[in-house]
């Protein structure tokens, strides 16, 4: 994760639809726009410098956004009475939508019809860096071109602009990340005994024991069409992992991954994880109440223990990613995460440019905004709202920073979904009883007919 994809239309759609029937609007728009996977950064093929179109100070920007950022829009709108601007609203949130891609390509054959200003996903910036026809302009404009000062994109999380990445420019303003720590109910915990592990190998154990004093009782979920992101792109597993643009490393031979499979059976084994999706249908009514922790995104907090679970406050409480024992390096996945890009058409570039900085970066938007900002101060704002602190049982602060620092860049952002395989090969495998570990080949085969059939050479089968 990516992806990652928007050609990830499947994943965000069937995510979106599964966790309805679980999670308020609110729950939903926080998967809305995700992206999975960050990118690796490609290598200049063209040299060819960016050339703006002719500039009309003034003139009216046109701004594309899904329904959760329309009012971080309007806002600006308000703030900016001098800013001419015709706000549209699209599923941009819904990572797989190919709206913007099929649109852009209309109006780049007509020569005429782009937004100035775009909320997307990730995987949209695939596309978007490039062009899409011989002699047409990439949509996207470079924003390290002039536009945003180094200064302000060296205020992004570490890896957040990753999947903005390519060309050796950098595409897009990342809004939010997803960073996945670890979830638990401080309460129970604290009754039974238990301490909250650091490494995978206690987690291991502590399932296992949990499995035996308290049947019934879950430390997680494999059942999501997400969920692959949450262990195995924080097990650095090289499922997606782009060696350069167009050649993709996918071995789920290697170690990692295999270490995070077996470690997954034998707690699926214990019945300590399930195979059930913690969005699936009758999931939170029949057992909400009994997951003791959950290895996910920042926004599980709100919007799966609060908002879907109803975990009364003070119970739920984050600790930071989990490590292998004797591994120095962390690193955690991404589960989520929207970006915003400004068209190269745009005949008004410092308008455009000053709303997506403003929208990613000040703490007057991001303060209150739905999930976790990839901007750091901004994040620092968000994090000192007590809106978003005063549910938990701890201080997430701490957590939720080191987690946004270390999202492992190895699993690279595609031009298709990183969830399709997962959802139409792993799940039904694992439903039928099957162990993750025995369909780690066929999952690989799947992952490799999407990425040839999308052009990528693909090595280490």
Same mark, same amino acid.
């Given at each position: 994760?990516?992806?990652?994809?928007?050609?990830?239309?499947?994943?965000?759609?069937?995510?979106?639809?599964?966790?309805?029937?679980?999670?308020?609007?609110?729950?939903?728009?926080?998967?809305?726009?995700?992206?999975?996977?960050?990118?690796?950064?490609?290598?200049?093929?063209?040299?060819?410098?960016?050339?703006?179109?002719?500039?009309?100070?003034?003139?009216?920007?046109?701004?594309?956004?899904?329904?959760?950022?329309?009012?971080?829009?309007?806002?600006?709108?308000?703030?900016?009475?001098?800013?001419?601007?015709?706000?549209?609203?699209?599923?941009?949130?819904?990572?797989?939508?190919?709206?913007?891609?099929?649109?852009?390509?209309?109006?780049?054959?007509?020569?005429?019809?782009?937004?100035?200003?775009?909320?997307?996903?990730?995987?949209?910036?695939?596309?978007?860096?490039?062009?899409?026809?011989?002699?047409?302009?990439?949509?996207?404009?470079?924003?390290?071109?002039?536009?945003?000062?180094?200064?302000?994109?060296?205020?992004?999380?570490?890896?957040?602009?990753?999947?903005?990445?390519?060309?050796?420019?950098?595409?897009?303003?990342?809004?939010?990340?997803?960073?996945?720590?670890?979830?638990?109910?401080?309460?129970?915990?604290?009754?039974?005994?238990?301490?909250?592990?650091?490494?995978?190998?206690?987690?291991?154990?502590?399932?296992?024991?949990?499995?035996?004093?308290?049947?019934?009782?879950?430390?997680?979920?494999?059942?999501? =069409?997400? /969920?692959? %992101?949450?262990?195995?792109? #924080?097990?650095?597993? *090289? +499922?997606?992992?782009?060696?350069?643009?167009?050649? !993709?490393?996918?071995?789920?031979?290697?170690?990692?991954?295999?270490?995070?499979?077996?470690?997954?059976?034998?707690?699926?084994?214990?019945?300590?994880?399930?195979?059930?999706?913690?969005?699936?249908?009758?999931?939170?009514?029949?057992?909400?109440?009994?997951?003791?922790?959950?290895?996910?995104?920042?926004?599980?907090?709100?919007?799966?223990?609060?908002?879907?679970?109803?975990?009364?406050?003070?119970?739920?409480?984050?600790?930071?990613?989990?490590?292998?024992?004797?591994?120095?390096?962390?690193?955690?996945?991404?589960?989520?995460?929207?970006?915003?890009?400004?068209?190269?058409?745009?005949?008004?570039?410092?308008?455009?440019?000053?709303?997506?900085?403003?929208? =990613?970066? /000040?703490? %007057?938007?991001?303060?209150? #905004?739905?999930?976790? *900002? +990839?901007?750091?101060?901004?994040?620092?704002?968000? !994090?000192?709202?007590?809106?978003?602190?005063?549910?938990?049982?701890?201080?997430?602060?701490?957590?939720?920073?080191?987690?946004?620092?270390?999202?492992?860049?190895?699993?690279?952002?595609?031009?298709?979904?990183?969830?399709?395989?997962?959802?139409?090969?792993?799940?039904?495998?694992?439903?039928?009883?099957?162990?993750?570990?025995?369909?780690?080949?066929?999952?690989?085969?799947?992952?490799?007919?999407?990425?040839?059939?999308?052009?990528?050479?693909?090595?280490?089968?």
């Amino acid at each position: 994760m990516r992806s990652s994809g928007s050609p990830r239309a499947r994943r965000r759609r069937t995510a979106l639809r599964t966790a309805a029937a679980a999670l308020s609007l609110a729950a939903a728009a926080a998967l809305a726009g995700c992206a999975s996977a960050d990118t690796t950064t490609k290598t200049s093929t063209s040299g060819t410098a960016f050339t703006p179109v002719a500039q009309k100070d003034g003139s009216k920007i046109t701004v594309w956004a899904d329904s959760t950022r329309l009012p971080s829009v309007q806002a600006y709108q308000k703030a900016h009475p001098d800013v001419k601007m015709e706000i549209v609203t699209y599923d941009g949130g819904a990572d797989g939508s190919t709206y913007l891609q099929s649109k852009t390509q209309l109006f780049d054959r007509t020569g005429s019809g782009w937004p100035d200003v775009v909320f997307g996903s990730p995987t949209d910036v695939t596309w978007a860096s490039e062009p899409t026809k011989p002699g047409a302009q990439p949509f996207a404009a470079p924003l390290d071109d002039k536009l945003v000062p180094q200064s302000t994109l060296d205020g992004f999380a570490k890896g957040s602009l990753a999947p903005c990445q390519f060309n050796g420019h950098t595409y897009c303003l990342r809004n939010d990340i997803a960073q996945v720590v670890l979830w638990y109910n401080k309460d129970l915990m604290d009754k039974w005994g238990y301490e909250t592990p650091t490494t995978w190998q206690q987690y291991e154990a502590l399932g296992k024991q949990v499995a035996k004093d308290h049947p019934g009782y879950l430390v997680g979920s494999v059942g999501d =069409t997400n /969920s692959h %992101e949450s262990y195995f792109w #924080a097990g650095q597993c *090289p +499922a997606f992992s782009l060696e350069k643009p167009d050649r !993709l490393r996918s071995d789920l031979k290697d170690e990692k991954c295999v270490r995070m499979a077996t470690l997954l059976d034998e707690l699926i084994s214990a019945k300590a994880v399930t195979t059930k999706g913690f969005f699936s249908q009758g999931f939170a009514k029949d057992s909400g109440g009994k997951v003791l922790m959950a290895y996910g995104p920042s926004w599980y907090g709100q919007y799966l223990f609060k908002t879907a679970f109803k975990t009364p406050a003070k119970q739920i409480a984050a600790a930071s990613p989990l490590t292998w024992e004797g591994e120095t390096t962390p690193a955690t996945g991404n589960v989520g995460g929207g970006v915003w890009m400004v068209s190269s058409h745009s005949a008004n570039l410092k308008a455009s440019t000053d709303l997506v900085t403003w929208l =990613t970066t /000040s703490d %007057e938007n991001q303060a209150s #905004a739905p999930t976790y *900002p +990839a901007y750091t101060k901004a994040a620092d704002a968000w !994090l000192a709202n007590p809106a978003n602190s005063d549910y938990f049982a701890n201080d997430v602060s701490k957590p939720f920073q080191e987690a946004a620092d270390q999202v492992w860049t190895g699993w690279s952002n595609t031009r298709f979904s990183d969830a399709t395989a997962w959802s139409s090969v792993v799940l039904p495998g694992l439903t039928s009883g099957k162990s993750l570990v025995s369909v780690l080949p066929a999952w690989q085969r799947e992952i490799s007919n999407q990425a040839r059939a999308e052009g990528y050479q693909v090595v280490n089968e």
